[in-house]
Structure formats: structure tokens, C-alpha cells
């Protein structure tokens, strides 16, 4: 009896929550909406013609729906392309195919053969297989073991979804977490440096974050290219800076000995992978990192073989699915709705950069007097506040256009620095649960507070800034 009640009581509670959320989101969805017309209204006039105003709407009301999430993030995505068709197609000067064709755009081509590389790599265990094969090579100090589970994090998150390697990787850590108790300072030191890994980490590849692959998009869109190869050179060496540093700053703030740990957590069953249940022979797993190996290839020497990195990706694609490695439900597990928001948002940054509403803003700005190091350094430290309350990839679509137009009004300035700065920095906002997706996965464990995500929110926010420009500014006077 006491079940029923308790049983009951829950659905209840829940059904009530169920719609006090529904409620709240409309509540949002229409004060964005209003919110949108108001600003639209006094902010055009009549300075800007009817599909100015038109787009002003939809950023206006895009960056509302992205911090409120009254919607989800892809929906916005989609909602952006639909609007710009129905509203553009009624001005005869307007292509409004561009809106759409960014579902066929290079980046996502792109991503789409990480997704691929990805799935393969949690279908096959490499994923496990890899994290088994390196962290005996950094001892058992629980100092040493706490970097090399980092690097680890950091390294799979170029490859793969950053989310996903952060699950793996806090699932695969589960017994020394429930070995070491809650309060250990090792438990909440793993927990904040593994997601945060996985955030820095994705700087490292095109594919290893949406926000790079935004700043790829929209430099292309100008005839700037930048290759595999070229973006692990701004990337890599960011991230692993970011993450030396974080670890010794955990190391200190949590007063981490150098006592032994036990390996055992690496036989976990979890970790164990289940040939029966995945039906992967040894074979598909070989043909499998065969593929992969081939896929890095040519992405980071296309810049010689003259291949682009869109093409590439038809080799997981089309090799992944060829030998049986993966299916149609494998399919259906893809991150398509990371994909929409990408599309979305590079339709919004074409709609955006070609009716001249960045220039139209920028005009109030007296570019003459600001120091280009601080101009530098406000974009940085804007993209890290914005992604710290909205995604990371929706403030990379509304700042990248503008910081293109800034750009073109300064003369002497490279026209991919503001963007790369933008992108790489948006990888740097860990200051709450909610910021990334692996800070909510590890904050879910119940074994961290809201305040112990502080500490690194705040070093790796103002740190991070400082070494992205830094590294950037001095790779330009070598490349």
C-alpha cells in the first residue's frame, strides 16, 4: 500500500512538473517572440529596408529562444531556415536556395563523417580499447592517473562527441569514485577535470566542436580555407596548454597526494565489451580502425592531395556501412539534431553577413579608437560569458558574422583571427552545470555541487582567452 502511494505520488509530482515546464517554456517562446518584434520595431525605422528587418527579427528572436531553451537548440536551428525561405522568397533579388543548401554545406559533411567515426568507435569498444591501452603508460599516482584520464578525455573529444566521450569516460571511472567516497578530493577532481577535458579537447579538430566548424563555414564563405592540418595547429596546442594547466591548478586546489591507485577500475565490466550483443567480429574491428586511420589521413594532408575535407568523410560513410559495421538503427543514434542547429545557424550567418546588418551596427562603433589587442580580448571574453548561458555553437553563428565585418572595416587585420579567437574561446565557458553538456552528465552523479564548478569556470575563463589570442597572434608571424 505504502508502494502504491509512494508510486502514485511520484507521477503525480512529476505530471505536475510535466506542466509547469510546458507552461513556462510558451511563457518564453512568446515573451522571445515579443520581445523580437518590440526591438525589431524601434531598432529599424527607417534605416533598414524591409529584409533587414526581416533578419533582424529572426537573429533578435533566435538569440531569445537560445537562452530562454523554450525550444530545443536544433529546433531554433530549423525555425531559422524556414523562416529566412518563407520570407525571403517573397524578395525577387533573393537566392533563398542558400538558406537551404547549408544542409549540403562542407562542415556538415564534415561532421557527419566524425559522427560516423564517432558511433564506429563506441560500437567497436576503440573507444574502451584506447582508454585500457594508455593509462597504465601514466602509472598508478593518483596525481598522474588524474592527467592522464584528461588527456585521454581530451583526445577522444577531438574525434568524438564531447558528451558522449564524457559519459564513457565517467562511467569507466565509477569504481574509484564509489571506492574514494564523495567527499575524496581525487572523486571531485575527476569529476570536474574530466568534462572540462572534454570541452578543451574539442578545440583540437574541425570535428571535435560545432563552434570550429561554424568559424570553418563562415571563413569559407569568403574564400578563406582552412585545412584539417591548419586547425589542429591553432587547437591542439591551446587545449593541451589549458589542460597542463588545469591539472596542476586541481592538483592544488584540492591538495591531490601522490599516494598509488589501483588500476582495477580498468577491468570494470563495464568496460567490458560484448561481441555477442554488438555482433562485431575482430575483423570489422580492424577494418574499423583501418578506416580511421585512412579518414585522418587524408583529412590532414588534404591541403597537399587536393581532396577536401567534405570528401573525405565519404570514406567512414560509405566503409563504416559497406563492411557492416554500422546499420540503419546505428543510424538513427547520430547526433542529426547537432547537425540542424549547424545548418541553422550558418543559414542565419549568410542571411546576416549578406544584408549588411553587421556593417549596420558596427557603424555606431568608432573602430579607430579601440586598441586591437582589446578588441581581441572583448571578443574572447563576450563569446566565453555568452557560451557560459546560451550554446556554445548559437554564439559562435551571432558573433563570427560580426567579427568578419569588424574586420573588413580594419584595415591590416587577417580576416580569420577574431573568428578563430571566437570559436576556440566558446570551448572555454565551464563556469555552471548547464554550460556543457559534460558538466550537466557530471554533475549528475550527485557527487558535485553548482559552486564546485566555480573554480574552474572562472580560471579556465579568464585563462583561456589569454592563451587562445596569445598562441593565434604568434602563429601569425610564422604562417
Known sequence: ????????????????????????????????????????????????????????????????????????????????????????????????????????????????????????????????????????????????????????????????????????????????????????????????????????????????????????GALDGIGIRISFLEWMMFGIPVAMILILFFWQALLKKYKIKTSNLSLDFLTNQQLTLDNEKNEITKLQTRITIIIILTSLLFWLTSQWTGIPVAGVSGIPIVGLTMFRILDADDMRKLPWDTLMLVAGGLSLGIAVQQQGLTDYFISFINLESLNYYVLLFVFAIISVVFSNFMSNTATTTIMVPLALSVTAALPGISDEIIPLIIALTASCALLLPVSTPPNAIAFSTGKLQQSDFRFGGILIGFLGPIIVISWILLLQLFV
Open 1 to 216: 500500500m505504502n508502494q502504491d502511494s509512494r508510486s502514485y505520488s511520484r507521477k503525480f509530482f512529476n505530471k505536475i512538473n510535466s506542466t509547469i515546464n510546458w507552461k513556462s517554456r510558451s511563457i518564453q517562446f512568446v515573451a522571445s517572440f515579443l520581445i523580437a518584434l518590440v526591438l525589431n520595431y524601434f531598432i529599424s525605422g527607417t534605416s533598414l529596408d524591409e529584409a533587414q528587418s526581416s533578419v533582424l527579427f529572426i537573429l533578435i528572436f533566435a538569440i531569445g529562444l537560445w537562452v530562454t531553451e523554450a525550444i530545443p537548440p536544433f529546433a531554433v536551428g530549423i525555425l531559422i531556415i524556414g523562416y529566412l525561405v518563407f520570407t525571403m522568397s517573397n524578395l525577387e533579388s533573393e537566392n533563398v536556395k542558400q538558406y537551404i543548401q547549408t544542409w549540403s554545406d562542407s562542415v556538415i559533411w564534415l561532421f557527419l563523417g566524425g559522427f560516423f567515426i564517432a558511433e564506429a568507435m563506441k560500437k567497436t569498444a576503440l573507444d574502451i580499447a584506447l582508454l585500457k591501452f594508455s593509462v597504465p603508460y601514466f602509472g598508478n599516482k593518483s596525481k598522474n592517473i588524474l592527467l592522464g584520464l584528461m588527456i585521454i578525455t581530451a583526445f577522444l573529444s577531438m574525434l568524438m562527441s564531447n558528451t558522449a566521450t564524457t559519459a564513457m569516460m565517467i562511467a569507466s571511472i565509477s569504481p574509484i569514485i564509489y571506492k574514494l567516497g564523495k567527499k575524496a578530493p581525487l572523486t571531485k577532481a575527476l569529476l570536474i577535470g574530466i568534462p572540462s577535458a572534454a570541452a578543451i579537447g574539442g578545440m583540437g579538430t574541425i570535428i571535435g566542436s560545432a563552434p570550429n566548424a561554424i568559424a570553418v
